[in-house]
């Protein structure tokens, strides 16, 4: 995982990471095999702010069902990724 921009997969925009960014908290959705080191390294590369601490959590994928057969959707890691006081991230 050499570039920044392959570990990002998404930035969340959720009701739960609308709140958190008050609080200078954001989410993302990584790649499952980045640990906190890369992705504090992958966030503070493409949007030039500092990291104070990484969370990490792989969602367990949902049970689909499609016509008779059952079906998983595939696990993924979210990433809560909390600034240094007075950072932020500009969206807009």
Same mark, same amino acid.
């Given at each position: 995982m050499n570039s920044s921009h392959m570990i990002l997969n998404a930035f969340?925009?959720?009701e739960k990471?609308?709140?958190?960014?008050? *609080?200078? &908290?954001?989410?993302?959705?990584v790649k499952k095999n980045a640990n906190k080191i890369q992705?504090? @390294?992958?966030v503070e590369d *493409?949007? &030039?702010v500092k990291v104070m601490?990484?969370?990490t959590h792989v969602v367990p994928g949902k049970l @689909?069902?499609?016509?008779?057969q059952l079906g998983k959707t595939p696990d993924w890691k979210k990433a809560v990724v909390?600034?240094?006081e007075g950072q932020k991230i500009d969206l807009t």
């Amino acid at each position: 995982m050499n570039s920044s921009h392959m570990i990002l997969n998404a930035f969340l925009r959720t009701e739960k990471g609308v709140r958190q960014s008050a *609080v200078d &908290k954001y989410l993302f959705s990584v790649k499952k095999n980045a640990n906190k080191i890369q992705i504090k @390294k992958a966030v503070e590369d *493409v949007y &030039k702010v500092k990291v104070m601490s990484v969370n990490t959590h792989v969602v367990p994928g949902k049970l @689909k069902r499609v016509r008779h057969q059952l079906g998983k959707t595939p696990d993924w890691k979210k990433a809560v990724v909390t600034l240094k006081e007075g950072q932020k991230i500009d969206l807009t």
